[in-house]
């Protein structure tokens, strides 16, 4: 009996910060099954995802009786259920409800990401009973034919064990294993690349160079990240984890001769370096031809121009800096102004007069209201009146505030025949418009592209909001024949935004880039819905210059005065 309860002891005292969050999370999946406080579930879920982004032990934590309220998102109650995990290796009230529950759902605790509603929805309309069943249909389409892509998007994200992470979430997890990695492992130097340096919209694997005398004394510290964080495979030289977040983690050894030319080799993607090559020659060339302590000596060294990192992707970069042509890229510093902007008249969380305050205290000159139009209920779309009372107010507020502008405008749903969602009585005072596509996505790729193409006919439509649809890792964008949209506002005199938002990020870097090319300007906007969220506008940035567009490209980099001419057709 002394030996079976020290073995459990000694089992519950090797918890990873992973399997800590795993059980939270199937809490949190167990309870969406029940009438339980929606709340509740985000704050299981929640905390979950921040465990998974800590570099400290949660399981040490708690033998230390640390505090760990201190972290975002875990307050009293889910303090007291980890310590319980941790403590007893289980959770009292997640094996109660697994106790309970059909077995249907209870096959689903091995995928705590899964959706149990969405699932067992699955199940009954293909009439299958199990993951495996479900993988299948997902192998085979079927789910994907019968339920739609974002579903079999979902399916398919929370049945795999390597994740993929939005780029802003990344940023929390890349400071906390570059603090670990100086802190914990002694690298004397350590820098991120790959993707994230990119700033690629979605990651599946963080990657960093170090500098170390003792790369396996390294390895050996860095499995102690999170609690424990299995090592997947390695050489001398080069390591790869898989991070209790879902992603892979990629670390190379660098020296401090050659840390330039690592940071080419490791930033680029394959299409890239492969141009690049092509140019200096192999890396056994570009070696002997060394050191390149810094990324411009390599560029000096090879009569090349400095290409950005978010440009290194394949395209014509290579060939622009042998010729010294590659763009100015733009910096959030560049934006003057936002334009799309929400309060609470429909679904934001501060007043116009808030807005507005805290675009100016931003450094913007001005700020553009876009409130939903009346036909999205759901986001309490201001009516006709209520939009001309908007109108007078916003007029009244300018008069009285100094220091930026509020600019009349409204975020007017296309509807499924291309009109849009207000009258041109009221449109034309408006300064500008942003128009959205909210409904009907599932159009086939034609009538969705002949919905939007109707609606660019109309003279007071300016910018096309996140043009997809898209919600990175829920929700593809609808298609649409992008090509002929662009060239029709290109003829019309129509733009298009780059949200900033981060879960959207629509225009994508590809469509911007063709869209720049066409010589379609694009506004780079945060569509906050609150004070806070302005400084988001750093992801639209990211994905501009992805794009490789440069000021003169932006349409909130130009100041007031001369931005409204061109919203006049």
Known sequence: MRAATNAMASEASHLSNAEIADRLAGLAQLLSTQKE??????AYQRAAAKIRTLSESVEELVHQDSDLTVYAGI???????????????????????????????????????????RVLRAY???????????????????????????????????????????????????????????????????????????????????????????????????????????????????????LSSGVLLQIDQATKQNWGLSLIRCTGSKAHLRKLTAVTGTWDVVQEAGPFVSETDFYTRFKLSFIEPELREGYDEVERAQQGSLPDLVTVGDIRGELHAHSVSSDGSNSIEQMAIAARDHGYEYIGITDHSQSLKIARGVSIDDLWKQIRFIDKLNAGLSGV????????????????????????????????????????KQEQTERILRAMDNRYFNILGHATGRLLLKRPGYELDMGR?????????????????????????????????????????????????????????????????????????????????????
């Not at 949209?485 to 938002?501: K, V």
């Not at 400084?535 to 409204?564: F, K």
Request: charged share 30%; hydrophobic share 40%.
């Open 37 to 42: 406080n929606p709340y509740k579930i985000k």
């Open 405 to 444: 502008r509020v600019l009349k405008s409204a975020e007017v749903d296309i509807l499924a025949d291309g009109a849009l969602d207000y009258p041109e009585e009221i449109l034309k005072e408006l300064d500008y418009t942003v128009c959205s596509v909210h409904s009907r996505f599932g159009l086939g």
């Open 75 to 117: 307050g009293e109650a889910i303090s007291h259920a980890v310590q319980e995990i941790v403590r007893t290796g289980t959770l009292g009230k997640l094996e109660t409800l697994r106790s309970t529950a059909s077995p249907e759902l209870a096959g689903l605790s091995n995928y705590p990401r899964l959706d149990p509603k």
């Open 124 to 242: 009954r309309k293909l009439g299958i009973a199990s993951v495996e069943e479900l993988r299948a249909k997902v192998e085979g389409g079927e789910l994907e034919q019968a339920l739609g892509a974002r579903l079999a998007q979902h399916v398919r994200q929370g049945m795999t064990e390597t994740h993929a992470m939005l780029l802003y979430r990344a940023d929390e997890l890349r400071h906390a294993v570059e603090s670990f990695l100086l802190d914990v492992c002694k690298v004397r130097a350590a820098e991120v690349v790959g993707d994230y340096r990119r700033r690629v919209e979605t990651l599946e694997e963080l990657s960093f160079i170090v500098e170390t005398d003792d790369f396996a004394a390294m390895i050996t510290r860095l499995e102690r990240y999170g609690g424990r964080t299995p090592l997947i495979a390695s050489t001398r030289t080069s390591a790869t984890f898989s």
């Open 485 to 569: 949209i662009i060239d029709h506002a290109r003829q019309s005199g129509c733009f298009f935004e780059i949200n900033s938002s981060p879960d959207r990020l629509d225009l994508s870097a590809e469509n911007a880039r063709l869209a720049r090319e066409a010589g379609v300007k694009i506004a780079i906007s945060t569509d906050a819905h609150s004070t806070r969220e302005f400084d988001a506008v750093r992801y639209g940035i990211d994905q501009a210059r992805r794009a490789g567009l440069e000021p003169a490209s932006v349409l909130n980099c130009l100041p007031w005065p001369s931005l409204e001419p061109l919203f006049r057709r």
